[in-house]
């Protein structure tokens, strides 16, 4: 069965301090990644995708996440986070070829910045 | 640009009352999903919907019915409420060919 682990359930970090979040997914031929980023009593809003192409993606907001084929990875980093960036972050991968593009979630890692 | 409007955002319910969460989306997708979520569980998947009047079980499908007779509408249905059944409810759509999601803004469920 498809799984996404996230290994982080909270991360704190200083405001203006480097973070990842880590994401790791069950091995398949070949796979879709996403990262979604849901802020305090809203939705889940899309934060940047890799569908093919260059391995690493960047979002309009200085994230970026770099697929990993052979460790089966899709790590979020930002090199200097804002308290805006408190959030709850969600993994997700969609395995192609198998007649269906639904998404396997991640259970979300919860980023709080300090100021 | 709408995108996926849920109706309503807050209910509370008694336990043993029947309510219909609706999930509208204005972008033709194909398919519509249903999850909740709770606390240190992450999004569970509900029911699904690959296409007007298709629907299919998720994980977590027990207590719930859905119906998806117009391919812009996806109804989640609690028959008979159940204080479990307290949560937060995201609808999601997806395109063919568009493998991510559109996410609504969610509803807020407490039973009593």
């Known amino acids: 069965a498809q799984s996404v682990t996230q290994l982080d359930s909270q991360v704190p970090v200083f405001e203006e301090a480097p973070v990842e979040l880590r994401c790791n997914y069950s091995?398949?031929?070949?796979?879709?990644l996403f990262w979604y980023v849901q802020y305090p009593n809203q939705g889940l809003q899309l934060l940047l995708k890799?569908?093919?192409?260059?391995?690493l993606v960047e979002s309009i907001n200085g994230f970026e996440a770099e697929f990993n084929k052979s460790q089966t990875s899709f790590h979020l980093r930002k090199p200097s986070v804002h308290i805006s960036d408190t959030a709850e972050y969600f993994c997700a991968v969609s395995y192609s070829g198998a007649g269906s593009y639904q998404l396997t979630f991640g259970k979300g890692t919860k980023l709080s910045v300090i100021p | 640009n709408a995108g996926v409007t849920q109706t309503p955002k807050f209910r509370v319910l008694k336990t043993g009352q029947s309510m219909t969460l609706l999930c509208a989306q204005d972008m033709n997708h194909e398919y519509m999903y249903w999850y909740r979520q709770d606390p240190g569980m992450g999004l569970r998947l509900i029911h699904y919907s690959v296409g007007e009047g298709t629907t299919a079980k998720g994980e977590v499908p027990d207590g719930y019915n859905v119906s998806r007779l117009k391919k812009q509408n996806f109804l989640l249905g609690l028959e008979s409420a159940a204080p479990s059944q307290t949560s937060v409810y995201f609808c999601a759509s997806q395109g063919q060919g568009n493998y991510g999601y559109t996410f609504g803004s969610g509803t807020r469920l407490t039973v009593v």
């Open positions: 890799y569908l093919s192409g260059s391995t």
């Open positions: 091995s398949s031929v070949s796979v879709y």
